[in-house]
């Protein structure tokens, strides 16, 4: 195993009772890659997320996380990790440059690098206008590369992305990969999930899930050719169908 891979996954099972959600699962993921983790709903993507982020205990197996285990390490994965999903972002209350302070501190930022970081986020967003008005206020995919932004705050070594993009127009879906572009380009991992096929195709590995087990994983480029398809979407359409 290489020392570039900040992710390392080895068994990892999760059951609820005698249901096996996630079912010892195996995969590597390098510093700098952008990992997509697809999977129809309920194949237990999020299941293997809590597990990897260290706030759900798995039921067998092992993960390190930037070199922590997701066991004995958990403080430690949390400061060296970004997160952020569709169902959780930002909070609506408050304004843009308030989510940007708030964050920011539970990541353990001093309040003059919080000032900075606010200052520049907001100017590379182009948000100069918004900064004080209510993130409630913005629409969804301006909400989304800003919470983009704030998971990334503490510069964090892996970024865990669950649907970042669900319910967002395609032109700012595509602004958002720019960011995930950006910030891999950078040296940040990347572990995405999606369920849009032509994100799939932007990712540099794909795993599909496929009732808690990886049922595929190589590069989009050899997942199709593998199936001997044109399109992530038939490779996803062959696997789901089983
Ligand atoms: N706390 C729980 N107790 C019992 N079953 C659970 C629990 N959490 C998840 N499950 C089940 O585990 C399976 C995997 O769920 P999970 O949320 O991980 O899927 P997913 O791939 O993330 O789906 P989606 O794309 O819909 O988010 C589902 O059948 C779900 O009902």
């Given at each position: 195993m290489?020392?570039?891979n900040v992710i390392k996954v080895k068994d990892?099972?999760?059951?609820?009772g005698d249901f096996i959600a996630v079912n010892a699962i195996n995969f590597e993921v390098k510093k700098g890659e952008i990992f997509g983790f697809l999977g129809a709903n309920g194949a237990g993507k999020t299941t293997a997320i809590k597990m990897l982020i260290g706030i759900s205990h798995p039921t067998s197996g092992n993960a390190t996380i930037a070199g922590f285990d997701i066991y004995k390490n958990t403080e430690d994965i949390k400061k060296n990790i970004g997160?952020?999903?569709q169902k959780f972002a930002l909070y609506d209350d408050l304004t843009v440059r308030e989510n940007i302070t708030f964050f920011g501190g539970i990541y353990g930022l001093s309040r003059k690098r919080i000032k900075e970081k606010s200052t520049?986020?907001?100017?590379?967003l182009g948000l100069e206008d918004v900064s004080k008005n209510l993130v409630g206020s913005l629409p969804l995919g301006w909400k989304q590369k800003i919470a983009?932004?704030?998971?990334?705050l503490h510069d964090p070594k892996i970024v865990f992305l669950d649907e970042p993009t669900g319910g967002v127009d395609p032109i700012t879906r595509r602004q958002f990969w720019e960011m995930i572009y950006k910030a891999a380009h950078q040296g940040t991992t990347i572990f995405v999930t999606t369920h849009y096929?032509?994100?799939?195709?932007y990712c540099d590995r794909v795993s599909i899930?496929?009732?808690g087990k990886i049922e595929a994983l190589n590069t989009p480029k050899k997942l199709k050719s593998q199936f001997n398809v044109e399109s992530m979407n038939d490779v996803f359409l062959n696997l789901a169908r089983g």
């Open positions: 290489s020392n570039n990892l099972t999760k059951m609820f997160y952020m999903s520049t986020l907001i100017k590379e983009f932004s704030v998971a990334l096929m032509d994100e799939a195709e899930m496929v009732n």
